[in-house]
C-alpha cells in the first residue's frame, strides 16, 4: 500500500530530526586549536544543509521503496505466483570470467605507456591473491580469519631478509617465503581446532596484531617502524632491469631501448602469472577429496566427524594453503614495493581482504576478482576528493551488504551436489 | 611493593574503563550474535563530544568542576545513544536474518565510516584538554616511589561501580530487562509472545553506547588527549576483554576488562610496554585454547 504524502513526510521529519542530533556534535560544533588551548567553532550552515539532505534524501528513498514494492506486487499478481524466478545465470559468469581473463592479459599492450593504468592493476591483481588466499580459508572451509594480513606480513618480511641480508633471488626465495607462510598458517590453525565461530575470528585477528607489533618493536631485523628498504626488485630470469651498463640486462639482450616500463609491465605479468596459478590450482583442490571436505566442514563440522573424517587435517590444511597464497603475494608485494613497514599490514589490510571475500560472495572465485575491482578502484575514482575516499569507502561496504548480502556474486552452493541437475560437476 | 601498589590502581582504573567498553559488546553479540566492530567508535565519537562539551563549558564560564563533568556526561550519554541507534537502524538492521559474516562486514564498513567522518568534521590531529582534576592520595613510599591514588582514578572506579549496579539493577529487575533477556534467548518466541524484537535490540545498542559514551568521557578526562584513533584500539582491547570473559556474560565482560587492564599495567612496568599488546592477545589465546568459551563463558551445547 503506497504510503501517503504525510506519512512519507512525517518519516522524513522523523529521519531529519535524528540527522540534527547525530549532526549537531559532529557537523554543527568543533574544536579547533588556537595557540595551544582548544576554542569551540560553530557550523551551523553546515548542520542545516546535512539535515535537509537526509530530509530529502529520505523522502526519495521511502518513494522510491515505495515505487519498487508496488511493481513487484503487480509482477507477482500477474503472473499468478507460480513461475516467474529468473534461473541464476549459471554460464553468465564463466563467460565474465573469460572476458576478463582476456582483458586482463591484454590490457599491458593498450596502455603499455600508462603507468598508473598497469600499477592500480598490479595492485588490484595482488589482492586478488589475498582474496583468493582467504577465500579457501574463509570461504570454502568456513573458518572467519581475521589476520591474514599477518600471513601477507610473513612472507614479504621472509622475502625482504632473505634477499637484503642473503642475496637471495626472488625465484629462489618465493618456496622458501611460501613455506615460512605455511608454517605460520599451521601455528594460527592449531589453536583454531577447538575455537568455532568468533572466538576464532578473535584469535586470527589477534594473531595479526602480534604479528604486527613484533615487527614493529624487533628493530634489529624487521628494522622497526622503519621498515626494511631496497630489496631486490626481481630479474628476467637473470636480466636486471636497469639502464645500460656493463652486466647484460633485459633491455640490452633483447635488444630494446631501456624503459622503466617494462619492469612495470613485467611485474604485472608476473603477478597474473601467479593469480592464475593460484586460480587453477584452487579450482583443482575444489575437486579433490582434500576441497569437497573442506566445504562439507562449512555446511556441517558434526556430520564430517561422524562420518569419520579427519577435521584437524582438514582445518589445518585450509589454514595452510590460505597462508601460502597470502605469503606468495607478500612476496610479490615486497619485491615490487622494494620497501616494506608495519604500515602496510595493519587491521584494515585484514578487513579490506576480508571485505573482499565477503562482498564478492564466499566462495567465488570469480566474486573474489569482481569485489578487488570494486574495492582497489573504488578508492582510486574517489582519488579527487581523496579526504572523503576512506568515507565513501565505508559507507560503500555497508551499501553493498545491504542490497546484496549474499555478496556480488551470490554463489553458496556446493561444488558437489547429488543428483546434479546440470552437469557442473 | 609501592610500584606493584600502583600498577594495580593504574591497572584496575584501566580495566574499569575496557570493561565499561566490553559490556556494550557482550550485550550485542548477546542478543544479536554479532560482533559489532564500529562499538570502539562509538566510544570514540563520545570522547569527541566530551572534548567539545568541556571546552563549551568552560567559554561559557562554568568553573564548577563537577557540574562541567554531570552535564557532559548527560550530553555525551545522550548524544552517543543516538548514535548507537543510528548505527544499528542504518547498518544492522536490513540485515537481520542474514548470513553471519554479512553484519560483521557492514560493521566494519560503520567503523571505518565514523573513524573518517570524525576525522573529516573534527580534524585528524590530537585534542588536548587542560587536566580538569587534579591531585590525589598518597598511599604508601617505599625506597622513594610513592604509591598515588588521583582524585579522578577514584572517580572513575566510583562512577564504574555505580553504573554497574544501575545496570545489574536494569537487567535484573525492570521489564526492560526481562525483555532484553528473553530477545537473547529466543528472539522468535519474545516475538511471538508480542515484544517488539526491533526495538528491544535498539535500545539494547543505545545501552552500549550509553556506557561507552561513559567511558569516553571518563577517558578525556583521565588522559586529556584524544584522537579519530583511540576507537580501534581500545575497541579491540574490550572485545578481547568480552571475549576472555565469555561473550555474552555480562559479569564477564566486566572480569575481563580488569584482567586486560591489569595485564596491561604489569607488563608495561615489569616486561615492556611496546610488547603490551602482544601480552594481551598472548593470554587471550592462551585462556581460549585451554577455556574455549571464556571465563565466565557458557559452552555452546552443539545440537545436531
Known sequence: ?425 | MALALQQLINGLTLGAVYGLIAIGYTMVYGIIGMINFAHGDIYMVSAFIAVTGFTLLAAFGVHSVALALFVVLALAVLFTSVYGWAVERVAYRPLRGSARLVPLISSIGMSIFLQNLVQLTQGARVKPIPPMITGGVDLLTVDGFTARLSYSQILIVLVTVALLAAFTWLIQRTSFGRRQRACEQDRTMTALLGIDVDRTISLTFMLGAALAAVAGVLVTMYYGVIDFYIGFVAGIKAFTAAVLGGIGSLPGAMLGGLIIGLIEAFWSNYLSAEYKDVATFSILILVLLFRPSGLLGRPEVEKV
Open chain 1, 1 to 425: 500500500m503506497p504510503a501517503t504524502l504525510a506519512e512519507r513526510g512525517r518519516d522524513a521529519a522523523a529521519a531529519a530530526a535524528i540527522a540534527l542530533l547525530l549532526g549537531i556534535p559532529m557537523i554543527g560544533l568543533t574544536t579547533v586549536d588556537q595557540g595551544g588551548a582548544l576554542r569551540v567553532q560553530t557550523r551551523w550552515p553546515w548542520l542545516a544543509v546535512f539535515v535537509i539532505a537526509v530530509f530529502c534524501g529520505r523522502w526519495l528513498l521511502r518513494y522510491g521503496l515505495d515505487r519498487l514494492r508496488t511493481r513487484r506486487t503487480r509482477a507477482r499478481s500477474d503472473s499468478t505466483g507460480t513461475a516467474a524466478r529468473p534461473a541464476p545465470g549459471g554460464r553468465l559468469p564463466g563467460a565474465l570470467a573469460w572476458l576478463t581473463f582476456g582483458i586482463s592479459l591484454a590490457l599491458p599492450l593498450v596502455f603499455s605507456d600508462n603507468r598508473y593504468v598497469i600499477d592500480t592493476a598490479t595492485t588490484v591483481l595482488i589482492y586478488v591473491m589475498l582474496g583468493w588466499g582467504l577465500n579457501v580459508v574463509v570461504g570454502l572451509a568456513g573458518l572467519l580469519d581475521m589476520g591474514h594480513a599477518a600471513f601477507y606480513a610473513v612472507g614479504a618480511y621472509a622475502y625482504a631478509l632473505l634477499s637484503t641480508r642473503f642475496g637471495w633471488g626472488f625465484w629462489e626465495a618465493l618456496p622458501v617465503a611460501a613455506l615460512i607462510a605455511a608454517v605460520f598458517g599451521l601455528a594460527v590453525g592449531w589453536p583454531s581446532l577447538r575455537l568455532r565461530g568468533d572466538y576464532l575470528a578473535i584469535v586470527t585477528l589477534g594473531f595479526g596484531e602480534i604479528i604486527r607489533v613484533v615487527l614493529l618493536n624487533g628493530a634489529e631485523f624487521s628494522g622497526g617502524p622503519n621498515g626494511i628498504s631496497q630489496i631486490p626488485r626481481p630479474s628476467f630470469f637473470g636480466l636486471p632491469f636497469a639502464p645500460p651498463g656493463e652486466a647484460p640486462t633485459f633491455a640490452a639482450f633483447f635488444g630494446l631501448e631501456f624503459s622503466p616500463m617494462h619492469r612495470i609491465l613485467f611485474l604485472y605479468y608476473v603477478i597474473l602469472m601467479l593469480a592464475l596459478l593460484t586460480n587453477a590450482l584452487v579450482l583443482r583442490l575444489r575437486r579433490l577429496p582434500i576441497g569437497r571436505a573442506w566445504e562439507a566442514m562449512r555446511e556441517d563440522e558434526i556430520a564430517c566427524r561422524a562420518l569419520g573424517m579427519n577435521v584437524t587435517h582438514i582445518k589445518l590444511s585450509a589454514f595452510a594453503l590460505g597462508a601460502v597464497l597470502g605469503g606468495v603475494a607478500g612476496v610479490f608485494f615486497a619485491a615490487r614495493q622494494g620497501f616494506i613497514s608495519p604500515e602496510s599490514f595493519t587491521f584494515n589490510e585484514s578487513a579490506i581482504i576480508l571485505a573482499i571475500v565477503v562482498l564478492g560472495g564466499m566462495g567465488s572465485q570469480f566474486g573474489v576478482v569482481l569485489a578487488s575491482l570494486v574495492l582497489v578502484l573504488l578508492p582510486e575514482i574517489g582519488r579527487d576528493f581523496a579526504e572523503y575516499r576512506m568515507l565513501l569507502f565505508g559507507a560503500a561496504m555497508i551499501l553493498i551488504m545491504i542490497w546484496r548480502p549474499g555478496g556480488i556474486l551470490a554463489q553458496r552452493e556446493p561444488t558437489l551436489r547429488l543428483a546434479a541437475k546440470d552437469r557442473r560437476v
